[in-house]
């Protein structure tokens, strides 16, 4: 047993497979309009965004434009020491680097608006 909609009316209703495509076969006019109701697949989740590249320029400067500097500067000094390596010799960070969107929370910044795209680097 399958559901057919019809396509002429709206009904749905569920019939016997074989005695459907009997029917058909026959060219029954009783059938007219009425469509196998295939389940539609869900859609595949779409990809998250490729990460991209943040100057440490461009995050430093937009903590500057939150009035954020001091609050970094502290911050900084009580990570880690690898992370601290991190922060000091790195040029750049990618907009998915955990620990960057771990301090500009901790900073209370949103981490999209901080490591949004960055002009100078593509």
């Known amino acids: 047993?399958?559901?057919?909609?019809?396509?002429?009316?709206?009904?749905?209703?569920q019939f016997n497979d074989a005695w459907f495509d009997a029917c058909v076969a026959a060219?029954?006019?009783?059938?007219?309009?009425w469509m196998?109701?295939?389940?539609?697949?869900?859609?595949?989740?779409?990809?998250p965004?490729?990460?991209y590249r943040v100057s440490k320029d461009t995050i430093t400067s937009r903590i500057v434009q939150a009035?954020?500097?001091?609050?970094?500067?502290?911050?900084?000094?009580?990570?880690?020491?690898?992370?601290q390596f991190l922060w000091s010799n790195f040029a750049w960070f990618w907009s998915t680097n955990p620990?960057?969107?771990?301090?500009?929370?901790q900073l209370g910044l949103d981490p999209t608006v901080i490591l949004a795209s960055d002009p100078y680097l593509t």
């Open 67 to 83: 009035n954020k500097l001091n609050d970094l500067m502290a911050l900084i000094a009580t990570l880690p020491a690898d992370q």
């Open 36 to 47: 196998l109701m295939v389940p539609q697949p869900t859609p595949p989740e779409p990809p």
């Open 49 to 51: 965004p490729a990460p």
């Open 1 to 13: 047993m399958s559901w057919y909609k019809n396509t002429n009316t709206g009904e749905e209703r």
């Open 99 to 105: 620990t960057v969107i771990g301090m500009c929370q």
């Open 27 to 33: 060219g029954n006019p009783k059938v007219d309009g």
